[in-house]
């Protein structure tokens, strides 16, 4: 027999789903409008008679950006930086969380304290330019993955999964049997610890794909070129060209180009964003577990 509720109780109830719905209405807006204006003609989107769902069916943006060539080569480059961007990240990530989540780890407070430092001060863009170059990184694949190999964040979030989620009786188990740390690291720990790799894996991928400043600074060869970089290069070159025909004075050209603006826009945001929202849905159940990390203790 089901539980009767108090009124006060459905009440409670009533005002979360409207909040939810709100934030649902709220949150997808912007990305529905989007990928509707990017199909609709310029004309129905700058006037507002496009406020939701497509109007006057086109796919002129998407067809200008792909025709460029140096789309599908900022594509190849920029999902080979952030697969071995982010497998060096997690390969940084999760042996050092691990190793400061342990209570034996000699010396554990200053390497805290040490890596803590890092969060709150850095020596800023001149000095780490400067490092890259001496390492001799600059460009190379290496300057787009190597300076963010690890966040102090991300760290300090994976080494509190490690101490709420993993019971320490396996690990004590693991070492009566005779099992190393590193053996105990890889056959129990990681297994263990799906939700959290996909929670660091997703923060650190995404920030691999958007990534475009390192590129500006680090690269010459366009080559090496991330996506970003050619899509930025795209919006500043129409941009560019927007303005020099407002100076020659030719009105029609003008409108024109200004229509093919606008619709490129919104095209190179669902090109950019496109590859993400693909992904997420795959790891939405380990990211919203990963999430929670610390919430309930024992």
Known sequence: ?????????????????????????????????????????????????????????TFEGFERVFQSSEIWLGYRNTIFYTLLGTFINLAVTLPMAYA????????????????????????GLIPTYLLVRDLG?????????????????????????????????????????????????FQIVIPLSAPIIAVMALFYGVGHWNQYFGALIYLQDRELYPLQLF????????????????????????????????????AVMIVSAAPLLIVYPFLQRFFIKGVMIGSLKE
């Open 1 to 57: 027999m089901a539980i009767k509720q108090a009124k006060s109780d459905k009440i409670f109830d009533i005002c979360n789903k409207i909040l939810v719905w709100f934030f649902i209405v709220v949150i997808s807006y912007p990305l529905v409008y989007i990928i509707s204006a990017s199909i609709s003609d310029p004309q129905y989107v700058n006037s507002g008679e496009m406020w939701l769902f497509p109007k006057g069916l």
């Open 100 to 123: 400061l989540s342990r209570s034996d780890l000699v010396g554990r407070k200053f390497i805290m304290l040490a890596l803590v430092f890092t969060m709150f001060f850095e020596g």
């Open 137 to 185: 990184m600059i460009n190379t694949v290496w300057a787009m993955v190597l300076p963010s190999a690890a966040a102090m964040w991300n760290i300090i979030v994976t080494m509190t999964f490690f101490k709420v989620s993993i019971p320490k009786g396996l690990e004590e188990a693991a070492e009566i049997d005779g099992a190393s740390q590193i053996r105990t690291f």
């Open 231 to 266: 899509l930025r290069e795209i919006l500043v070159q129409q941009q560019l060209t927007t303005e020099l025909m407002q100076q020659s004075g030719s009105a029609e050209a003008l409108s024109e180009h200004a229509r093919i603006a606008d619709i490129i826009k919104y």
